[in-house]
């Protein structure tokens, strides 16, 4: 029997055989039917409950294919955030209120700083926390998340001190005694990593804010982009119990920055086998291959500005050297997984598509079709490779529009390379799938796709608040960038037969919007919320 029939609707379903139509019938949590009101009304039973929308618009949920979802939700709930535009002496007040509150000896996260205003810290960076928190020890992470400014507590905690090594991929600060400074880069995290991990209690109540805060913003499915143990055993448990309500594909991390080593095959297997779920699909594995721009540790081919050509080794970026990337993806592919590559340099770029084309070669098709994460900075002649090799573009953080990352961007990179990020529209006339991500909450102030979907197709900053544009002739109409958004992001997930779009079969996964989004100025697109989000036939906003 028909369960639903939505009707007097303005229904933008992304199926290209059928754009739009003005109604569509719901059974078992999947769609029946859409099409003109009269085909569908037919099929109404004695228990069918009939919703007249009145010309609302219907489209379907949004798939964010790039997002921490726990770690931003533990930052919300858990950690003092000063805003990515927060100035540094509010950070301090910020961490000082909470010193206040906090019982003597546990940790304080807090962030973000910004590692182009590293002098301002001052040549001990930990003496400026310990002025303001002498008993807790404390941890501030910088704008992406991938370097920790911590105090003299913290390191005692974590046993960092002069004698203490190098990490391979990372960099302990030292002063000119080769004593540590306080600041820790890339893979020198780990070693304060496990220290501020959150607890089971912890994740529990940070997948249930997460799921309410997508939902409201009318995302249905999305990629966690780095996933352990215990994320994992979160998402499960909330599934299990109906508090998830969300499509998840889930990139076990085979190496990153936090970890310094790989994790053996055998466990990423076992970690496979051990945490799905109706909704949580662990087939999927993370690589890092640089670092980030604002901290210098991003891999380009030609040199940052300022820098001596003499002193650019592009390698030494790399936190996987080529051959053994190479073998990396040999080896994932020829196991089933789908293979999300961190690379935001356009030498990064350039060896993650190595990478993809000798997994092509030595395995032939495989089916899989491994993401290239952030794809920032891509040299014009790599482009092309991206269709050639069928591997995907995924375009994250939201640094497509002017923001507070962006002057930090500028005075790193310069004009001319900060304008050249994210090239969609070059990618998609070259054939290129491009899928949308927030990485929510590293250089993200929120998960808002609205935003993002507007700046877009703007490269302005929908809000308002910084003038400008980013690669102004990189903006495409919005009919190309609601699949970005939707079924590109669906397939990603390897969902597309199941939801992504709005036809018969598919998982009833929609939004309900007061006004058609082509029917929306740039500021009121990046305003948009869903008055209704539906997973699986059921509203769950």
């Given at each position: 029997?028909?369960?639903?029939?939505?009707?007097?609707?303005?229904?933008?379903?992304?199926?290209?055989?059928?754009?739009?139509?003005?109604?569509?019938?719901?059974?078992?949590?999947?769609?029946?039917a859409?099409?003109?009101?009269?085909?569908?009304?037919?099929?109404?039973?004695?228990?069918?409950?009939?919703?007249?929308?009145?010309g609302?618009a219907?489209?379907?949920?949004?798939?964010?294919?790039?997002?921490?979802?726990?770690?931003?939700?533990?930052?919300d709930?858990?950690?003092?955030?000063?805003?990515?535009?927060?100035?540094?002496?509010?950070?301090?007040?910020?961490?000082?209120?909470?010193?206040?509150?906090?019982?003597?000896?546990?940790?304080?996260?807090?962030?973000?700083?910004?590692?182009?205003?590293?002098?301002?810290?001052?040549?001990?960076?930990?003496?400026?926390?310990?002025?303001?928190?002498?008993?807790?020890?404390?941890m501030?992470?910088?704008?992406?998340?991938?370097?920790?400014?911590?105090?003299?507590?913290?390191?005692?905690?974590?046993?960092?001190?002069?004698?203490?090594?190098?990490?391979?991929?990372g960099?302990?600060?030292?002063?000119?005694?080769?004593?540590?400074?306080?600041?820790?880069?890339?893979?020198?995290?780990?070693?304060?990593?496990?220290?501020?991990?959150a607890?089971?209690?912890?994740?529990?109540?940070?997948?249930?804010?997460?799921?309410?805060?997508?939902?409201?913003?009318?995302i249905?499915?999305?990629?966690?982009p780095?996933?352990?143990?215990?994320?994992?055993?979160?998402?499960?448990e909330?599934?299990?119990?109906?508090?998830?309500?969300?499509h998840?594909?889930?990139?076990?991390?085979?190496?990153?920055?936090?970890?310094?080593?790989?994790?053996?095959?055998?466990?990423?297997?076992?970690?496979?086998?051990?945490?799905?779920?109706?909704?949580?699909?662990?087939?999927?594995?993370?690589?890092?291959?640089?670092?980030?721009?604002i901290?210098?540790?991003?891999?380009?081919?030609?040199?940052?500005?300022?820098?001596?050509?003499?002193?650019?080794?592009?390698?030494?970026?790399?936190?996987?050297?080529?051959?053994?990337?190479?073998?990396?993806?040999?080896?994932?592919?020829?196991?089933?997984?789908?293979?999300?590559?961190?690379?935001?340099?356009?030498?990064?770029?350039?060896?993650?598509?190595?990478?993809?084309?000798?997994?092509?070669?030595a395995?032939?098709?495989?089916?899989?079709?491994?993401?290239?994460?952030?794809?920032?900075f891509?040299?014009?002649?790599?482009?092309?490779?991206?269709?050639?090799?069928?591997?995907?573009?995924?375009?994250?953080?939201?640094?497509?529009?002017?923001?507070?990352?962006?002057?930090?961007?500028?005075?790193?990179?310069?004009?001319?390379?900060?304008?050249?990020?994210?090239?969609?529209?070059?990618?998609?006339?070259?054939?290129?799938?491009?899928?949308?991500?927030?990485?929510w909450?590293?250089?993200?102030?929120?998960?808002d796709?609205?935003?993002?979907?507007?700046?877009?197709?703007?490269?302005?900053d929908?809000?308002?608040?910084?003038?400008?544009?980013?690669?102004a002739?990189?903006?495409?109409?919005?009919?190309?960038?609601l699949?970005?958004?939707?079924?590109?992001?669906?397939?990603?997930?390897?969902?597309?037969?199941?939801?992504?779009?709005?036809?018969?079969?598919?998982s009833a996964?929609?939004?309900?919007?007061?006004?058609?989004?082509?029917?929306?100025?740039?500021?009121?697109?990046?305003?948009?919320r869903?008055?209704?989000?539906w997973?699986?036939?059921r509203?769950?906003?």
């Amino acid at each position: 029997m028909t369960d639903l029939i939505l009707t007097d609707a303005r229904i933008r379903t992304l199926d290209p055989a059928r754009p739009f139509a003005e109604a569509m019938a719901i059974e078992g949590g999947k769609i029946l039917a859409v099409g003109r009101a009269a085909d569908v009304e037919v099929l109404a039973g004695p228990g069918t409950r009939i919703e007249r929308l009145g010309g609302r618009a219907v489209m379907p949920g949004l798939c964010d294919s790039h997002t921490h979802g726990l770690w931003g939700a533990c930052r919300d709930l858990f950690e003092v955030f000063v805003g990515l535009g927060g100035s540094l002496q509010s950070l301090l007040d910020g961490i000082a209120a909470r010193a206040a509150t906090t019982p003597k000896g546990e940790w304080i996260v807090a962030g973000p700083w910004r590692p182009f205003e590293r002098a301002a810290l001052g040549e001990q960076a930990f003496a400026m926390l310990d002025r303001i928190a002498p008993d807790h020890p404390v941890m501030v992470k910088d704008v992406s998340q991938h370097n920790y400014w911590v105090n003299s507590a913290a390191m005692t905690r974590a046993g960092i001190g002069p004698e203490t090594p190098e990490v391979p991929g990372g960099v302990i600060e030292r002063d000119a005694q080769g004593r540590p400074t306080g600041i820790l880069i890339e893979s020198a995290t780990s070693l304060i990593q496990p220290h501020v991990a959150a607890t089971p209690a912890q994740l529990t109540q940070a997948v249930r804010h997460m799921a309410g805060y997508f939902h409201s913003l009318g995302i249905t499915a999305f990629k966690e982009p780095m996933a352990f143990a215990p994320e994992l055993a979160a998402y499960v448990e909330a599934d299990l119990v109906g508090a998830l309500n969300l499509h998840v594909a889930a990139h076990l991390t085979r190496f990153s920055p936090f970890s310094a080593e790989y994790v053996p095959m055998e466990d990423l297997d076992a970690l496979r086998q051990a945490y799905r779920s109706p909704h949580l699909d662990t087939a999927f594995a993370k690589l890092f291959l640089d670092g980030v721009p604002i901290a210098r540790t991003a891999a380009f081919c030609d040199p940052y500005p300022g820098q001596d050509p003499a002193d650019h080794a592009p390698e030494e970026h790399l936190l996987i050297k080529p051959e053994r990337l190479n073998q990396e993806l040999i080896t994932l592919d020829a196991a089933g997984y789908t293979v999300k590559m961190h690379a935001v340099g356009d030498r990064a770029i350039q060896a993650g598509l190595d990478a993809i084309e000798a997994a092509r070669k030595a395995n032939g098709p495989s089916g899989l079709r491994h993401e290239i994460a952030h794809s920032n900075f891509i040299r014009p002649q790599d482009i092309a490779r991206f269709a050639a090799l069928d591997a995907v573009a995924e375009v994250s953080p939201k640094l497509w529009y002017p923001n507070p990352v962006t002057p930090g961007q500028r005075k790193v990179l310069g004009d001319a390379r900060a304008e050249s990020c994210h090239p969609v529209r070059s990618l998609m006339e070259a054939g290129a799938e491009v899928i949308y991500g927030s990485d929510w909450p590293a250089a993200a102030p929120d998960a808002d796709p609205w935003t993002g979907l507007a700046g877009m197709v703007t490269r302005t900053d929908p809000t308002g608040v910084h003038p400008g544009s980013v690669g102004a002739d990189q903006a495409i109409p919005l009919d190309r960038a609601l699949p970005v958004f939707t079924s590109a992001g669906a397939r990603s997930l390897r969902l597309e037969q199941v939801t992504g779009s709005l036809k018969a079969g598919l998982s009833a996964d929609f939004i309900v919007l007061e006004q058609p989004v082509e029917k929306l100025s740039t500021p009121e697109l990046g305003r948009a919320r869903p008055l209704q989000t539906w997973f699986e036939g059921r509203q769950v906003f």
